[in-house]
């Protein structure tokens, strides 16, 4: 599985986007994936780089459809292949680790 | 205020990296911020670019004094001045509109 | 066309990577394409999204066949609609631009 | 030495951006770096992050005086500590390894 990270930036429709990343994250939905929506991405494990390519294709033909002229998105593929970790354990891991790591500043200003 | 979202990638320390990112998230908390840990970058508000400077020295040199050699960090600013939206709105808004856009699709493949 | 913009890094390989990333614009050459080398980035233009799904697949396969673990992979696409504008003509009009743009500061500080 | 690589998006001014790009362009050489233009981003050698904030904020204010109500600036930096590369190296060394690269394929599709 390859954990994938969207931002779609529709250019020429005004400073209001977000019905734009609405439709972006209902494609994704439909297509049977589980995106996590955050302030500047929507999350979400995909099975294939190809798929994801698909997925890409649909949201742009979508938004153009919708009348946007040109689409600025932003992809970010993360890709492991020595042990498998569902996309929600790496929060998990960061909250844990931020618990337990030692107070103690590494002496740095 | 400005929307930044950041990924920071150590690299030569293994495949392992929740424990810098972790690290990172410690600081932004330590300098007053409220981080939204996502499973691909790090959001909070931020009231200066000279601030978002500040804070990603911070975080490089202490990485650094942790052993990391290099660091690969990505930052998304989003600077909007025709109205204030705070972070955690803007997940909200989309959700909405998710749920309140027409199920017909926009005539697409 | 879509122009799309490529940065690939591996982890866990140590902090010299850049035999990882000639590899995998060798990649995108044998595939026909034609890749401009930026210092952050490698640049080209493709027909599609399948397209470049499929290219991503192979480079990450190909790295991961060179022993690499983990990928994080960063792409952006630029998808513009209202007007056919090749990869090379960006560079050259933002660089007209500069010159031409009135020497006058637009009162900022 | 950092190296930073910058992508700025200004919403809501139509499709055309090339002139907010020349523009910030311009704000990087008047400060004294030597910006390096890609069709997807500018890149430049920067001594510190603080400098870097100060830059942003530089190319942002001005940009909004020019009008534009919104900005999404996508920043890549890389520190690298172990050695000092300057910016251009980087691709020289990438060329140079694919043309050495061995040609017979690693065993991948």
């Known amino acids: 599985m390859f ?7 529709p250019l020429g429709v005004g400073t209001s986007i977000s019905h734009y ?3 972006a994250v209902e494609i994704i939905e439909e297509a049977g994936y589980k995106p996590v929506i955050g302030p500047a991405e929507t999350s979400f494990e995909i099975p294939s780089l190809e798929e994801l390519g698909r997925i890409l294709r649909k949201i742009h033909d979508t938004l ?3 009348g946007v002229q040109r689409i600025v998105t932003t992809v970010m593929i993360d890709d492991r292949r020595d042990k498998y970790q569902p996309l929600k354990a790496k929060v998990e891991k960061v909250r844990f680790l ?3 790591i030692p107070k103690q500043p590494v002496g740095v200003i």
């Open 3 to 9: 954990h994938v990270s969207i931002t779609i930036i």
């Open 64 to 66: 153009h459809a919708m």
């Open 98 to 100: 931020k618990e337990t």
């Open 21 to 23: 990343v609405a439709k």
